[in-house]
């Protein structure tokens, strides 16, 4: 047994020390890494780092971090029922939007594949178009206003089907439904791009062998010739989901306020710049931010190993 | 399907009055789904089209009721109007106008070249580690950026870019998703380009600024849009909170809340936010669609 680690060692020694000569072989590509190492580190790797350091503290700024232990976490889970919506509210919002988003993602890249060139970008400007213009979201507390001036209001009302203005973005009721409206409409980000591209480089030729293989319509064609093909951008399409569907905040801080009334479109994003940035609960607020890393992380890796098996 | 082919058989040299259809496609199903693609694509314009339209409204149509969609006397006071009534406020209109240019402009500047020179290694080079750190990077585009915003306050508290330009700039620099599309697409290029390169002389920084950066020209722009989109849309209230440091985004959601008298201004703000990206990616679609392509993650 001694014999056998020592030898491991020895091993291990020889791989680091050549490892160590390619290195030096190589010292040019180190220079040319450096200056995004080195940022990249300091700004992702250090704070994911720092982040699960601090939320075994308590740390206000003012004061040296103190070590609490699992203090924070105790408290986050068992006493602090604003941060357990808000965990439920993420989830219903990542549940319902993330496999929905990127369904349609790939469903409308999918449509335009074999429109005639000119029209198929023209589409694709149109469907990418709410995801990049930034704030338009916002334009969405005009349709769901209040009174009875809101046009989502004023149709209902004229139809008939209520009498009076529902408070859209003030009722607990409606505020989760409208936002993942807002955010199913944001969805057609990168990862759309992604299959877009990825369509126009299918091999045409495997359709035509799939025609004579049996191959009776274009759903079948679909799952036994596209998917399988589509396998990396079917990857990348679904981190980027995942990321978005677990980072939401922007759209319910900008329609539904920040509080909300109840804290009813509370997520883990806004809680999290509540302890931060409001009461400057810096431990407290670590917790949260590796809650939602460890979630995130979690869900993405479950995800890819579901995707490997897609049309196989 | 037989009498078809039978048909194909018979006439073997007619030319098909309509362009050729593909097999395994039905009409019915044709119709319907480029028919929902319709409906659909108009749903998804339409806030943007009403965006626009409202920011050309005079006042007396903004407030008509029943409200129409297009304006019918389209002005570009809302516009004027920006620079007038936020001219009089402490910070004017054009300060947050400069400030959301400059930082969006030295970002992506900075994230281009940043993320080029790491990927060209890291694509086309062998050395120990890098694999290993391609790999950290995926998995940081897994997780959003608010995972680690309050430690990123305390370093850039530490480093003293609180409050300036930098806190937004420096850390957009180092943006995983552009290191990770770049070097997916500089894969794509035949390694013999750079042994030709190197046998001509050419050190390794010529080889990266004179052969490699001219030939993945798309992937620049697929860069490009992304920072461009991160930054633009960038509120920086988080670690910004001087007014003349703050940018267009927050300026107009400080309009909005202004209340209806500002409804014009608002809108005219949020024209001038989303358009600059969306122009951005219709210049430059085609080569954002062949950066695209290699996008892919593999296991």
């Given amino acids: 047994m001694k014999e056998y680690i020592q030898k491991y060692f020895e091993l291990r020694k020889h791989d680091a020390q050549v490892a160590w000569k390619k290195a030096k072989n190589r010292k040019m590509c180190y220079l040319f890494l450096a200056p995004y190492a ?20 308590y740390y206000n700024i003012l004061e040296a971090p103190r070590f609490i232990g699992l203090q924070n976490y105790i408290s986050l889970i ?37 429109l005639p060139r000119w ?24 349709f769901f206003r209040g009174d009875a001036y809101g046009y989502v209001n004023a149709a209902l009302m004229n139809m008939g089907l209520i009498d009076t203005p529902k408070l859209w973005l003030i009722d607990p009721k409606y505020m989760l439904p409208i936002c993942m409206l807002v955010i199913l409409w944001m969805s057609l980000g990168a990862g759309f791009l992604s299959f877009v591209a990825g369509l126009q480089g299918v091999d045409k030729s495997q359709f035509e062998a799939g025609y004579m293989d049996g191959v009776k319509n274009r759903w079948q064609e679909l799952w036994y ?46 809680h999290l710049f509540d302890y931060g940035f409001s009461r400057f609960e810096m431990g407290y607020a670590c917790a949260i931010a590796t809650i939602l890393f460890l979630m995130m992380i979690l869900c993405n890796k479950a995800i890819q190993s579901l995707l490997r098996r897609v049309g196989t | 399907m037989s009498r078809k082919k039978k048909e194909i058989a018979e006439k073997p040299y007619r030319k098909p ?13 044709d119709i319907a789904l480029y028919l929902f693609l319709v409906l659909v694509a108009m749903v998804m314009v339409f806030p943007i089209v009403y965006a626009v339209s409202s920011a050309l409204k005079p006042l007396d149509e903004l407030f008509k009721f029943p409200p129409r969609v297009f304006a019918q006397h389209p002005t570009l006071d809302n516009f004027s109007d920006l620079f007038v009534t936020m001219g009089k406020s402490w910070v004017s209109f054009s300060r947050y106008l400069f ?62 870019w609180i409050d300036t330009y930098w806190a937004i700039i ?41 052969i490699v950066m001219p030939n993945v020209k798309p992937a620049w722009m697929t860069l490009i849009i992304f920072s461009v989109q991160a930054l633009w849309n960038n509120r920086a209230s988080t670690y910004i909170y001087s007014e003349e440091r ?54």
Wanted: net charge positive; hydrophobic share 55%.
């Fill in chain 1, 38 to 57: 080195i940022l990249f580190t300091m700004f992702f790797v250090f704070p994911v780092v720092a982040s699960i350091y601090y939320s075994f503290t």
């Fill in chain 1, 78 to 114: 068992l006493d602090d029922d604003i941060f357990l919506l808000g965990v439920k509210n993420t989830f219903m919002i990542a549940i319902i939007t993330g496999p929905l988003g990127y369904i349609l993602s790939f469903l409308f890249a999918w449509l335009i594949n074999e």
């Fill in chain 1, 119 to 142: 029209v198929r970008s023209v589409a694709v400007v149109v469907f990418y178009a709410p995801s990049i213009a930034g704030n338009c979201y916002v334009i969405f507390s005009v």
């Fill in chain 1, 225 to 270: 010739i596209t998917l399988p093909n589509m396998k990396p951008m079917l990857m990348f399409g679904a981190v980027m989901s995942i990321t978005q569907a677990f980072g939401v905040c922007d759209v319910t801080m900008a329609l539904c306020g920040y509080p909300s009334t109840d804290y009813a479109a509370r997520t883990i994003v806004t």
């Fill in chain 2, 17 to 29: 009055l309509i362009k050729k259809r593909k097999p395994n496609r039905s009409i019915a199903g």
């Fill in chain 2, 99 to 160: 400030n959301t240019v400059f930082i969006t402009f030295v970002g992506t500047a900075g994230h281009l070249i940043v993320a080029s020179m790491g990927a060209f290694v890291l694509a086309k080079y062998e050395f120990p580690g890098n694999q290993l750190f391609f790999k950290i990077v995926t998995v940081a585009m897994m997780f959003t950026g608010y995972v680690t915003q309050i430690p990123n306050y305390l370093i850039l508290n530490k480093l003293g």
């Fill in chain 2, 170 to 210: 420096i850390p957009a620099f180092a943006s995983p998703m552009g290191l990770f599309l770049m070097k997916q697409f500089m894969e794509g290029l035949p390694t013999s380009l750079i042994e030709a390169a190197k046998i001509d002389g050419a050190n390794e920084w010529k080889v990266f600024s004179g």
């Fill in chain 2, 246 to 299: 703050k940018t267009l985004v927050y300026a107009l959601q400080q309009i909005q809340g202004g209340g209806i008298a500002r409804t014009g201004q608002g809108a005219a703000v949020l024209v001038v936010v989303m358009i600059v990206p969306i122009i951005i990616f219709i210049f430059s679609e085609s080569q954002i669609l062949e950066t695209m392509a290699s996008s892919g993650l593999k296991d």
